[in-house]
């Protein structure tokens, strides 16, 4: 295999780490989600606090409770670029469902994913989520931008 074909396969197998990881959380299924994500991952995500490893599955679980029904997921935009053992992807996603308490979701937001190839399975290490936030001093979030 040639390194162009062998970039394509390990591409594929990050686009197939994140598709899993999208039908875990539309699945409302905590211990799938972190079956995506290496031991010792990080993430910068849309909740407090800065900085979460979330290696515990209630962290989720208490998230998800404040759904009803599942959690859709769509993914635009999507970069994957593979170098050796690491990879980074970056994306606009969409988050959609209905909250617990009756309010439809609807919010776009950005999200990069490093990855690291270990014992031959990509893992996600580190995800960074951001919504951009108005620059007009009042330092509101910026969830009426749609790409």
Request: proline content about 3%; aromatic content about 10%; some cysteine.
């Amino acid at each position: 295999m040639n390194s162009h074909d062998s970039r394509i396969t390990h591409e594929a197998k990050i686009r197939a780490l994140i598709d899993q990881h999208v039908k875990a959380l539309y699945a409302k299924d905590a211990q799938a989600v972190l079956r995506c994500f290496t031991a010792d991952s990080t993430r910068f995500s849309l909740a407090p606090p800065l900085i979460s490893t979330m290696t515990d599955a209630k962290t989720y679980d208490a998230w998800f409770a404040t759904w009803r029904g599942p959690i859709g997921t769509e993914i635009r935009e999507l970069t994957i670029i593979v170098s050796g053992d690491l990879g980074v992807s970056h994306s606009l996603n969409l988050m959609t469902g209905t909250s617990s308490s009756g309010h439809d979701v609807e919010l776009w937001y950005r999200q990069t994913l490093s990855f690291r190839k270990i014992d031959g399975q990509w893992k996600i290490a580190h995800q960074h989520d951001s919504v951009p936030f108005y620059m007009d001093g009042s330092f509101r979030a910026a969830t009426d931008l749609k790409p």
